[in-house]
């Protein structure tokens, strides 16, 4: 498209640390650049520190009374006040088009122009039970993803599979779906560190994370691996999501054999990704597996859930499981643990077929086939 467009980009997931505020983060820097005719304006819930504003980039903030990562968690809701302050902003400005790179920070918004939504995965949809705290909570998700819906031009998601999977919760014409797939961050690659005899889980101690069966086949894998430990990385005091980080806790038999990491800085987690022994995601349901992209890039041996996104993104460069078979976990892990510890070439080559230049490009093609 010739003509330069006035691209309005909820940032309500701005400062979130898992996977929705990387997107926006990551995606938003290459957007810019590989549009540099168009001018983007970033709508903030509150300021935000240490925002650097492009030549085409500007943020704004609507100074709303709770963020996003405080009212739209497990057991909260956005208020009404909040919500009518996001739309003000966005009203404030003059803009050709709108994309909320995720439903989950969504706000009704009020002018008409074409409005991309992002929907990453339908987890919460069809199985609530991993999401909400609630039934109200539940019923406040499902009223705003169908007024997302019905305002949306278009719609964005992260994979083939979640692009199925959205086409057959909400019969959406996969015509209007557009598939960006995320990538490693530039930070994470191979490093010449030793391999250590850890098992390495990264994302939240969600539900859907499916992480109990990790716990469960550890001793197992002890008896044959002496000293073989589980470092699982995930904030679980400030995420907002539901976690179950005091059931895991439970479960724990051995003393010291599992270590709850929380949150880790990206340069000590590519030390992780490149000093564990074998990567492991046994994931219920995925969207994407943002995770793996990383580990893939740091040349980890991966065993990683079958059935979703996370086969998808692996590419037959991992190693695949039934998440729902503890035994095929222990014989996968063990073999991998079999190996010399050498970086995995083909989880390389694989990962460097994903790019966040190479999503902002389609999601660029995406929001220009809006305006049409």
Known sequence: MARALEVGIDGGTWSNRRGYGRFLRQILPELARCRPQWRFTVFLDQPQPDLTEGPNVRFTAARTDRSVAESASAGGNRGAVDLLKMGQSVNRYKLDLLWFPTVYSYFPVTRRIPIVVGIHDTMADRFPQWAFSGKRNELLWNAKVRLALMQATRIMTVSEYSKRSIVEVFKVNPDH????????????????????????????????????????????????????????????????????????????????????????????????????????????????????????????????????????????????????????????????????????????????????????????????????
Request: with cysteine.
């Open 177 to 372: 779906i557009g598939v960006v797939p995320e990538g490693a961050a530039e930070i994470f690659g191979p490093l010449d560190l030793p391999r250590e005899p850890f098992l390495l889980a990264v994302g939240g101690l969600s539900p859907n994370k499916n992480l109990d069966l990790l716990i469960r086949i550890l001793p197992e894998l002890r008896r044959t691996h002496p000293g073989l430990t589980l470092t699982l990385v995930g904030d679980y005091t400030k995420d907002g999501f539901r976690n179950c980080h005091a059931e895991l806790a439970a479960l724990v038999r051995e003393p010291g054999s599992v270590n709850f990491a929380g949150f880790v800085p990206d340069e000590e987690l590519v030390r992780l990704y490149n000093r564990c022994a074998v990567f492991v995601m046994p994931s219920l349901e995925e969207g994407f597996g943002l995770p793996l992209a990383e580990a893939m890039a740091c040349g980890c041996h991966c065993v990683v859930s079958s059935g979703h996104a996370l086969e998808e993104l692996g590419g037959g460069a991992v190693t695949t499981c039934n998440p729902n078979s503890a035994e095929s976990w222990v014989a996968a892990i063990g073999q991998l643990l079999d190996k010399p510890a050498v970086h995995n070439e083909a989880a390389l080559r694989r990962s460097a077929q994903y790019s966040w230049r190479a999503g902002a490009e389609a999601l660029a093609k995406l929001l220009e086939g809006a305006m049409s």
